[in-house]
């Protein structure tokens, strides 16, 4: 069974750190692109991070450019997104997808994790 399954999300101030992780099971995660993705409520699901298969390759929204790094670890099927100097416009349900190419569309991810809450308070 294919499965992507997000973790690592939670409740942190302003300035502090979280490291999401994107276990993938039923395939070898290598073979894709992983993107990040968040949805705030009432706000449409938006592009945050996305690394190439090999690893060599990434890509950052602005708005985590410096603050937030995308990794991964291929031995282990698994994405990391770890995150630095959280703002409460951070908070957001995050979500890992895999696609064939290093792309910030959604439209062209195809397997999705169900989401990991993180919360930035003020």
């Known amino acids: 069974q294919v499965q992507l399954v997000e973790s690592g999300g939670g409740l942190v101030q302003a300035g502090g750190s979280l490291r999401l992780s994107c276990a993938a099971s039923g395939f070898t995660l290598s073979t894709y692109a992983v993107g990040w993705f968040r949805q705030a409520p009432g706000k449409e699901r938006e592009f945050v991070a996305a690394i190439h298969g090999n690893g060599r390759s990434t890509n950052y929204a602005d708005s985590v450019k410096g603050r937030f790094t995308i990794s991964r670890d291929n031995a282990k099927n698994t994405v990391y997104l770890q995150m630095n100097s959280l703002k409460p416009e951070d908070t957001a349900v995050y979500y890992c997808?895999?696609?064939?190419?290093?792309?910030?569309?959604?439209?062209?991810?195809?397997?999705w994790g169900q989401g990991t809450q993180v919360t930035v308070s003020s």
């Open positions: 997808a895999t696609a064939y190419s290093l792309t910030t569309w959604y439209g062209q991810y195809r397997h």
